[in-house]
């Protein structure tokens, strides 16, 4: 057990706490516990978009990746800071206009039916909890390494501060959290950064010469050779730059703005926050292989998901590596409250209230409702992390990014900016982008291994151009029905794209959920 890291994860979980409790004061309604009641600044949620995003799939994973795999774990970065230009581009402030508490509510602007909603429901359910898997594994196997806690009991504890943070503070408390931990890891970063340059004479990239001259040019060029390899890259890139805009738990948080201004504004300050933070891990990476070696990074994990905390203690000794290793804790803590968040409303406001309830329902019951749903997700995930230990988190988090990229993301673009989308289109695109997106990986050679059907890991490349075809062939098909058309495209664009100058309006509360 390292002591100085229990004490530094103890602060840091009382603070975050603190905060809750701080927060807990405000989450009132249904509105304050899905989306902070509509109050959060731009610069404020550009940081708490920073807070979800920069993770244990990006953190530890790609570093991880970058040490084990060289170049080719450069691909997992790329793509989030192209992410964030095109929400900036394409689907910010839409959302933000259009919106309630979840994506679904965005798509029924447009489209009513309890279908359409179940599917985008489920859609969404199904990338929340994959997400909810990837942080319940970082989280249990920094847990079991500071602490000298078996893994089961370190993704208990874990998932018990979790429901915690998500029952007290809802959105409000989540938002306090993700601005305070975004913070902490972006000042924790920058002074690795530091010290690693250091290492090698003030030289940004002198840990990546290091690493050619000790490994060979292979382990900083781009591997071409392999045509299938070349196509799975392009497939990962694929998936992550265009899942981000179908993340539950990331678009929600256009939700918690003021206006779509405010949108677009937080969009910008996310973006240029991972430009900076993502340009800095194969930095990471390949300090790693020099400073700590790949055995001792195996034989910690073999997918490499703690060569960051490793490289920390290699540069700057236990109290680096433990300000890291808690940092990073707190990061889970709070990615994983954002993703209760969002489950629990796709749960309670989607298929309960408005499916199951037709609407009848009260704002405090729905309330009741969405902080169980929270807790029962939480088990599944706890679950589903004890079986996925050992698989590497960057590799999960790009299939939650291909299944969003297949499923929500084509629905919410069609949505938006296509006329001719009706109904039935809109859920066969959902309804055929999960079954690709999820049966490719399913198929493919990182569950199947060497009988796998499918060549490539991720499917992005097949399964999201599956979904629009699925959504643009059965709008085409039943164009004539009347009842899939739903509500003028016209007014529908009048909402979410409003004259300039002019503030979008929150859509008033129901007295009834």
Not at 108 to 124: P, Q
Not at 287 to 299: K, M, P, W, Y
Not at 335 to 342: E, K, N
Request: aromatic share 8%; glycine share 12%; proline share 4%.
């Amino acid at each position: 057990m390292n002591g100085t890291a229990v004490l530094i994860v103890s602060v840091l979980i009382l603070v975050t706490l603190a905060l809750t409790f701080y927060a807990a004061r405000r989450n009132k309604s249904a509105d304050d516990h899905y989306v902070a009641g509509g109050r959060v600044s731009g610069w404020q949620n550009g940081l708490a978009l920073a807070g979800d995003q920069l993770s244990a799939a990006s953190f530890l994973g790609i570093t991880g990746a970058v040490a084990l795999t060289g170049f080719s774990g450069f691909y997992l970065a790329v793509g989030v800071p192209a992410a964030y230009l095109l929400m900036l581009l394409v689907i910010a402030e839409p959302l933000r206009n259009l919106g309630r508490y979840t994506l679904a509510d965005a798509v029924a602007a447009r489209f009513e039916g309890r279908g359409l909603r179940t599917a985008m429901a489920v859609a969404g359910l199904v990338i929340s909890i994959i997400y909810m898997v990837i942080q319940f594994v970082g989280a249990g196997l920094l847990a079991q390494l500071l602490l000298g806690v078996g893994f089961p009991t370190a993704v208990i504890v874990i998932g018990v501060l979790m429901t915690v943070y998500t029952i007290l503070g809802g959105m409000v408390g989540t938002t306090y959290i993700q601005i305070f931990k975004a913070v902490l890891l972006i000042v924790t970063a920058l002074t690795l950064l530091v010290l690693v340059t250091a290492e090698t004479g003030g030289n940004p990239i002198g840990s990546m010469q290091d690493a050619a001259a000790r490994f060979g040019d292979g382990v900083i060029a781009p591997h071409h050779g392999d045509t299938l390899k070349s196509v799975d890259t392009v497939s990962l890139t694929l998936g992550m730059v265009l899942g981000m805009m179908g993340l539950p738990h990331i678009m929600v948080r256009f939700l918690t703005v003021r206006d779509g201004r405010a949108a677009r504004d937080s969009a910008q300050v996310a973006m240029w926050i991972f430009a900076a933070f993502f340009a800095a891990l194969p930095i990471f990476g390949y300090a790693a292989l020099n400073e700590v070696g790949r055995a001792d990074i195996v034989a910690d994990n073999k997918a490499g998901n703690l060569a960051a905390p490793r490289l920390a203690e290699a540069v700057g000794g236990n109290l680096l590596f433990s300000i890291t290793a808690a940092v990073v804790m707190v990061t889970i803590l709070a990615v994983l409250a954002g993703l209760a968040i969002a489950t629990s409303g796709a749960i309670a406001h989607d298929l309960y209230t408005t499916v199951l309830k037709r609407g009848e329902v009260s704002p405090r019951r729905q309330l009741v409702v969405g902080r169980l749903a929270g807790v029962a997700v939480s088990v599944v995930a706890i679950l589903l992390a004890l079986w996925a230990k050992t698989l590497n988190i960057a590799f999960l988090g790009n299939v939650a990014f291909a299944v969003a990229a297949s499923t929500t993301m084509p629905v919410l673009v069609l949505t938006i900016y296509w006329r001719g989308l009706n109904r039935i289109g809109a859920v066969a695109g959902l309804v055929g982008g999960l079954v690709a997106s999820v049966g490719l990986v399913l198929a493919g050679p990182d569950v199947m291994g060497d009988s796998h059907l499918f060549p490539l890991s991720i499917p992005a490349l097949v399964s999201v151009p599956f979904g629009f075809l699925c959504a643009w062939g059965a709008s085409l098909a039943t164009r004539g029905n009347a009842d899939a058309a739903g509500s003028p495209y016209d007014e529908l664009a009048r909402r979410a794209f409003p004259v300039r100058g002019r503030r979008a309006v929150r859509p008033v509360p129901e007295t009834s959920a």
